[in-house]
Structure formats: structure tokens, C-alpha cells
């Protein structure tokens, strides 16, 4: 074990006697850093004899994760469980998740957004900030400790940002009201130490550090849960949403097809398609939801087909993607945009009363 990882643990374990009454939180995206920062705190509370009077292991499922990285980091949670369930120390994992109306396919087949782009990313506020928010704001932020795998050698630019903020291992972050703290335990650690702490530190002993590092050999990185006020946005070389458009290409994920998983070919395929059609006029109206002329929502016909690409992307990969509380939902916004006459004189105005409406929930499904 290298002496940048033990000073890690002493010093993790010295926060936690600092801090052992704050409510601490955990934040596992499933990645490398994510899984060291898990590792480290654990091995500190064991090594202290030492553990907050509560943990929380917190997950962001956005709901459209690579698959293959969903899947590993979804079955190493059902483990860790039961894993941490022995350890009787006041620690918990809890699985986050936007609200209905604010999840990906339900902004882009219900309310007609189109797929984010630099100008317009929508989706990590929704999707992952605003989950965590939440989740913090119901307990007491200003006695709430985040432990996030930021690191200061990640990369050239992130290296640059944070040599203009404190030299410290904390920071600190508005939730609302108030003030949490964020702990960055892995700071200081460059990718071959994160790797030793990730294979050398033996708990959780279900996170299996061979599949996480055979995942990382021709794909790299992770995107985070919080994302800290100096750290960039998720960008190329990182796992991330298998729908993000607003990278050229998903590299992580092609990259994860030619070694192998050849599952992925059928979202990069729809992923493709849909970058495709975003700027397509034909399939957007003419006018914004404000009232300005310009490329506004998507067209009910074009949301259509989203959906019945969707159904067979579904049936293809056997997989779940829309949910039936998420096709409700469509099924209301489509309703919505669809009797409306109030608000687009060149959008839902111009559909003729005796236009075919058809709800997402009777839309051909054979997965569900």
C-alpha cells in the first residue's frame, strides 16, 4: 500500500473523530474515485474503531447510465447490502432518482425537449444535481458531511481549477439555506494510487476491483453524483448517460462495444439517430414555449416516433427504458400539447381536431 493512500486513511479517519456526529454521505457513482473514496472511509472507520452516527451511500441513477456500467454498479449495490447490513454500524445505501416529470425521455417524448447540447444541458440538473439536492435538503445540511472523489490530478484542467480554490481537503457547498461540507478524502491522489486503494483496501469485499478495472481498460472515468464548484462538466473519456448528446461521440461506450460488449451497439445506433434529428426543422415546431419564433419542442408526430424507436430498442435489448409511470406522464403531456390552443399559434394550434392521438401506454411494448 503506498504512503499517499495510508495518509489518506489517517486523515479520513481523523475527520471522522471531528466529525462524528454529522450526518455523512457517501457518494458512490461506481467509478474508480467514487469506489476509492468508499474504501478509504471504510478502512478508516475500521482502523479508528470509529464509525458516524449515520451513513448514507448514496447512488444517482439517472435512469439512461451505460448499461453495462448500470448493471455492474446496480449488482455490487443488491451485495454491498447485505455486506453492510453485518457491519451493524448505522450505514445505509439509498438509490436516487428524479422525480417523474423531470426524468430524460419523459422531457424529450412528453414535453418535446430536444437532446441537450453545450448551449443547452438540461439534463445534469435535473437527472443529477437536483436528486442530491433534495436528498440533502430533507436532512440537516449544516451538519451533513459529503465525501466526493474529487481529485486534484485528475486532469490538466481540473488541476488548474482547483489550485485557484483552498489548498484544504474541504470546501464548502449551498444547499438552500444552508452550508454543507465537502470532503474530498482522495484529493491528493493520482490514478495509480486510486487504483492501489481501490485493489488493496479489502472493504466493501463486494465491490469486485477485477470487473471495475476490466471495465476501465478501453473506457475511462466516471461522471459524478455531486459535482463540486470547481470540477469541470462531464465530458468525453468518462461513463456517463448512453443518451448524452452533448459529447460528439460516447468514445466510453464505443469503445466498451469493440472490446466486447456488443449489447451497447443498439443504443449508440438510437444515440446516433437522435443527435441526428435535433436539429431536423421538420421535426420541431416553429415556435418556442415562450412564444418567440425559433426551433421550438419536437412535433406530438415526431415524439411519436421517438417513442415507437424507443419500444423497439426495448424489445431489441430486451430491456426497460421507459417506465409505465413515465409513459402516464408522456400520455398527459401529449394530451396537453395536443388540446391546446392557447399558447402556439404554429404549434399545437395547427394539429386538426380530428388528428389520431395515441397514448404512450398502449404504444406497442412487448418488454413490459
Same mark, same amino acid.
Given at each position: 500500500?503506498?504512503?499517499?493512500?495510508?495518509?489518506?486513511?489517517?486523515?479520513?479517519?481523523?475527520?471522522?473523530?471531528?466529525?462524528?456526529d454529522?450526518?455523512?454521505?457517501?457518494?458512490?457513482?461506481?467509478?474508480?474515485?467514487?469506489?476509492?473514496?468508499?474504501?478509504?472511509?471504510?478502512?478508516?472507520?475500521?482502523?479508528?474503531?470509529?464509525?458516524?452516527?449515520?451513513?448514507?451511500?448514496?447512488?444517482?441513477?439517472t435512469?439512461?447510465?451505460?448499461?453495462?456500467?448500470?448493471?455492474?454498479?446496480?449488482?455490487?449495490?443488491?451485495?454491498?447490502?447485505?455486506?453492510?447490513?453485518?457491519?451493524?454500524?448505522?450505514?445505509?445505501?439509498?438509490?436516487?432518482?428524479?422525480?417523474?416529470?423531470?426524468?430524460?425521455?419523459?422531457?424529450?417524448?412528453?414535453?418535446?425537449?430536444?437532446?441537450?447540447?453545450?448551449?443547452?444541458?438540461?439534463?445534469?440538473?435535473?437527472?443529477?444535481?437536483?436528486?442530491?439536492?433534495?436528498?440533502i435538503?430533507?436532512?440537516?445540511?449544516?451538519?451533513?458531511?459529503?465525501?466526493?472523489?474529487?481529485?486534484?490530478l485528475?486532469?490538466?484542467?481540473?488541476?488548474?481549477?482547483?489550485?485557484?480554490?483552498?489548498?484544504?481537503?474541504?470546501?464548502?457547498?449551498?444547499?438552500?439555506?444552508?452550508?454543507?461540507?465537502?470532503?474530498l478524502?482522495i484529493?491528493?491522489?493520482?490514478?495509480?494510487?486510486?487504483?492501489?486503494?481501490?485493489?488493496?483496501?479489502?472493504?466493501?469485499?463486494?465491490?469486485?476491483?477485477i !470487473?471495475?478495472? =476490466?471495465?476501465? %481498460? #478501453?473506457?475511462?472515468?466516471?461522471?459524478?453524483? /455531486? $459535482?463540486?464548484?470547481?470540477?469541470?462538466?462531464?465530458?468525453?473519456?468518462?461513463f456517463?448517460c448512453?443518451?448524452?448528446?452533448?459529447?460528439?461521440r460516447?468514445?466510453?461506450?464505443?469503445?466498451?462495444?469493440?472490446?466486447?460488449?456488443?449489447?451497447?451497439?443498439?443504443?449508440?445506433?438510437?444515440? !446516433?439517430?437522435? =443527435?441526428?434529428? %435535433? #436539429?431536423?426543422?421538420?421535426?420541431?415546431?416553429? /415556435? $418556442?414555449?415562450?412564444?418567440?419564433s425559433?426551433?421550438?419542442?419536437?412535433?406530438?408526430?415526431?415524439?411519436?416516433?421517438?417513442?415507437?424507436?424507443?419500444?423497439?430498442?426495448?424489445?431489441?435489448?430486451?430491456?426497460?427504458?421507459?417506465?409505465?409511470?413515465?409513459?402516464?406522464?408522456?400520455?398527459?403531456?401529449?394530451?396537453?400539447d395536443?388540446?391546446?390552443?392557447?399558447?402556439?399559434?404554429?404549434?399545437?394550434?395547427?394539429?386538426?381536431?380530428?388528428?389520431?392521438?395515441?397514448?404512450?401506454?398502449?404504444?406497442?411494448?412487448?418488454?413490459?
Amino acid at each position: 500500500m503506498t504512503d499517499a493512500v495510508l495518509e489518506a486513511i489517517d486523515n479520513c479517519q481523523a475527520e471522522i473523530r471531528a466529525h462524528a456526529d454529522a450526518d455523512w454521505i457517501i457518494a458512490y457513482s461506481g467509478g474508480k474515485d467514487s469506489t476509492a473514496v468508499l474504501k478509504v472511509f471504510l478502512s478508516a472507520c475500521r482502523k479508528g474503531n470509529l464509525y458516524p452516527k449515520s451513513t448514507t451511500i448514496i447512488y444517482c441513477d439517472t435512469g439512461v447510465e451505460n448499461p453495462i456500467i448500470d448493471h455492474y454498479v446496480k449488482s455490487t449495490i443488491v451485495a454491498m447490502r447485505h455486506e453492510l447490513d453485518s457491519l451493524s454500524q448505522n450505514i445505509s445505501i439509498d438509490i436516487l432518482k428524479s422525480p417523474v416529470q423531470d426524468r430524460f425521455f419523459v422531457k424529450i417524448i412528453g414535453r418535446g425537449y430536444p437532446p441537450p447540447t453545450n448551449s443547452f444541458r438540461w439534463c445534469t440538473k435535473g437527472l443529477r444535481i437536483e436528486p442530491v439536492s433534495n436528498f440533502i435538503s430533507k436532512r440537516a445540511p449544516d451538519n451533513t458531511v459529503v465525501a466526493l472523489g474529487l481529485r486534484r490530478l485528475e486532469s490538466v484542467q481540473r488541476d488548474r481549477s482547483m489550485k485557484k480554490s483552498s489548498e484544504s481537503h474541504w470546501q464548502k457547498q449551498r444547499e438552500g439555506t444552508g452550508n454543507y461540507d465537502l470532503y474530498l478524502p482522495i484529493i491528493n491522489l493520482s490514478v495509480a494510487e486510486v487504483w492501489d486503494a481501490v485493489f488493496g483496501l479489502s472493504e466493501p469485499k463486494s465491490i469486485s476491483a477485477i !470487473k471495475l478495472e =476490466t471495465l476501465y %481498460r #478501453n473506457a475511462s472515468g466516471e461522471c459524478p453524483v /455531486i $459535482r463540486a464548484p470547481q470540477a469541470p462538466p462531464c465530458a468525453s473519456g468518462r461513463f456517463g448517460c448512453w443518451t448524452c448528446t452533448v459529447v460528439r461521440r460516447d468514445k466510453s461506450g464505443e469503445h466498451l462495444a469493440s472490446s466486447g460488449f456488443s449489447e451497447l451497439l443498439p443504443f449508440l445506433y438510437f444515440r !446516433k439517430w437522435l =443527435t441526428e434529428i %435535433r #436539429n431536423d426543422p421538420a421535426m420541431r415546431w416553429p /415556435i $418556442r414555449r415562450n412564444g418567440t419564433s425559433g426551433m421550438g419542442p419536437f412535433t406530438i408526430e415526431a415524439r411519436k416516433e421517438i417513442l415507437e424507436r424507443v419500444n423497439k430498442l426495448e424489445d431489441e435489448t430486451r430491456t426497460v427504458i421507459v417506465d409505465s409511470d413515465e409513459r402516464g406522464v408522456i400520455a398527459s403531456l401529449w394530451s396537453m400539447d395536443h388540446f391546446s390552443r392557447l399558447s402556439f399559434k404554429g404549434g399545437p394550434s395547427r394539429l386538426s381536431a380530428s388528428s389520431t392521438f395515441t397514448s404512450p401506454t398502449t404504444a406497442p411494448n412487448t418488454s413490459q
